[in-house]
């Protein structure tokens, strides 16, 4: 009776460690699955910053572009009023020449 129950433990023992054997590599599996979760979402963050940066520069690019080209029109613009006074003025100083002599 005492060599049955001691059998009985050792087998159970033995069903014990196999058991947590088991479960250590499962959790070893789990872990390793999460580990690989991680770094796929962290490939996918930096891949997502990436393209979000490459936007805004594309953005920002074409707002610097519309903005010489608006700046271009404006100096375009200033000039030819200026051309204009100064014919108005060497037009203005001509007649009062004209009028002295």
Known sequence: MAEDLIRKIREAEEEAQKITQEAEIKASRLVAEAQEARRRRVEDAQRAAIRIDQ?????????????I??????????AEVLRSQAVQNMDRAVQLIVERI
């Open 55 to 67: 936007e805004a520069s594309e953005r920002a690019t074409q707002e610097a572009e519309e903005e």
């Open 69 to 78: 080209r608006n700046l271009k029109e404006r100096g375009k613009s200033r």
